[in-house]
């Protein structure tokens, strides 16, 4: 298996608090992935990262701030934490980008509950 | 419509049983695609890619039908453990990201 772990693995908070959760590999691949999932949706891409310092949004960026300041790590911040962000995120690590058949590398996921 | 589209089942199958699943995408540039499995409430995990030749891997089969714009992924001689959700993943015309369907369920009966 894939080196990436995800922490916590499980969090309730309220409404309004700030969350960060973290994402962390040991494969030192260059692409890395926040996801969110909830029932009825496939996985929404949330935010990724190219590189150290290098981010973009994805399709469900809106509430959502990340930072990658090691190859390593991969941090996804709620700034104000709504119900609506109630849902499983997984972080994801990939090789490199733009490559036919480069297949993405899933953590164990984080359980979200916001109050 | 959406970009990647599946079949939620469930899929009730004895062992033994063949079964198949279909995935359409909307976007005819997509370069790259996957099956991806996933048990409940695990993470996803790539179950193989999709070539254009078609592929197989033991008891799966998957296939990719671009004038259509559609994979399938057919397994064989069910079991047990193949009770899942199966994800089918496409990649846009360019940079790495996936789309991803909503699953497939799969539930395999004694």
């Known amino acids: 298996d894939a080196g990436i772990t995800q922490s916590p693995r499980h969090k309730v908070t309220e409404t309004g608090t700030p969350v960060t959760l973290r994402c962390h590999q040991t494969?030192?691949?260059?692409?890395m992935y926040w996801y969110r999932q909830d029932p009825g949706h496939g996985l929404r891409l949330i935010h990724y990262?190219?590189?150290?310092?290098?981010?973009d949004k994805g399709e469900v960026s809106d509430g959502y701030s990340v930072s990658r300041s090691k190859t390593e790590d991969f941090l996804l911040t709620l700034e104000s934490a709504t119900s609506s962000q109630t849902s499983v995120y997984f972080c994801?690590?990939?090789?490199?980008?733009?490559?036919?058949?480069?297949?993405?590398?899933f953590g164990p996921g984080t359980r979200l509950t916001v109050t | 419509r959406k970009e990647v589209e599946q079949d939620p089942g469930p899929f009730n199958v004895p062992e033994g049983a063949t079964v198949a699943f279909n995935c359409t995408y909307s976007n005819s540039a997509s370069q790259s695609f996957f099956w991806y499995r996933q048990d409940c409430r695990k993470e996803p995990k790539l179950l193989m890619s999709v070539y254009s030749s078609g592929n197989e891997d033991g008891r799966f089969t998957a296939q990719l039908n671009r004038a259509s714009q559609y994979i399938s992924l057919l397994i064989r001689d069910s079991k047990l453990s193949d009770s899942a959700t199966y994800l089918c993943v496409v990649n846009m015309e360019y940079g790495n990201k996936l789309v991803f369907g909503a699953g497939t369920i799969l539930r395999v009966k004694s």
């Open positions: 990262s190219y590189g150290v310092k290098d981010t």
């Open positions: 494969e030192n691949h260059r692409y």
């Open positions: 994801a690590i990939s090789e490199s980008s733009g490559q036919i058949h480069d297949e993405q590398y």
